[in-house]
């Protein structure tokens, strides 16, 4: 494809080059070789930008630097190579329609048209497949569960009873959706379990990530809302409620009968306790343990977490302990000489 072509895709203007450079390949630019194209976002890239050996970079309209390759400026480079990245990427696997002769499917399932079964996937009495739908090998579908059209259920996923998903979802290798939420209530010197009898319902355009798992609810629905993305190993509990446009990285875990708002942002191994609301918009920092609401638009950070301003201060405080431990002692053992000096004072009166 030709440079200028790609510049053209994404709004771009070619700088060092006439556009009629030939680029087959997207790579990082520590590893990209002639014919490639690479993409500058994060300033503390920009020394690899004289050694690279890529064919063409994508950068901002705003850098300035030494490049040996041709340039392309876009206002968004980040964006703007995610969609270079798909115009050059090897065609996805295809998978014919049909049932594999190994898959096992209920006599009253019913399937969309043009749903692919891949081999040994099961999908269970009362099941209903969404048009256009590809369940992967090993695809457990349980009874009655809804699938919309255009989803994609990747291997070994699994959809417990009843579990219902919108239409273009994306499920990642070992996801388990409807488990039972975890609850249980001391009696008589031993845990009794209490039923688990809710569902899970994931809105349209969601993507979950490989090993999550989002339990069903006690009673009710656990809700997963539009658009949410959700990252590889994140636990979500019974009753959760995610909303629209959410984002959360990777094993981050959000407790029963918790709320997290539209458009928020949970980092990495972020921990939310149960029973609490995180507004609209608000950002929670990697590694923060949430124990009580967060307003709308806030970003906090920490254990526990607090405001991110006043988290940093904190972290400030903690690091110079070692010095104030120091200081301390120092300040004791003069303290102690001075109270020496006023006995020996006192006593020789």
Known sequence: MK??????????????????????GVAALQDAEAGDIAFLANPRYAPLMKSTRASAVVVSEQWHGESGAALIRVTDPDM????????????????PPGVHETAVVAKDAVLGVGVSVGPHAVVESGARIGDRTRIGAGVYIGHAAVVGSDCVLHPHVSLRERVILGDRVVVHNGAVIGSDGFGYGWQAGHWEKIPQVGIVEIGDDVEIGANVTIDRARFGKTVIGRG??????????????????TAIAAQAGIAGSSTVGRYCRLGGQAGITGHISIGDGAVVGAQAGVTKDVKSGQFVSGYPAMPHDRALESHAHVMRLPQLKARVAQLEAEVERIRRLLEDAGGSR
């Open 3 to 24: 440079l200028a072509d790609i510049a053209k895709a994404v709004g771009g203007i070619v700088e060092g080059a006439d556009g009629e450079i030939a680029v087959k």
């Open 228 to 245: 949410v993305k959700i990252d590889n190993l994140v636990q979500i509990a019974h009753n959760v409620r995610i909303g629209d446009h």
């Open 80 to 95: 703007a190579f995610a969609k270079i990245a798909a115009m050059l990427a090897p065609p996805p696997p295809t998978f």
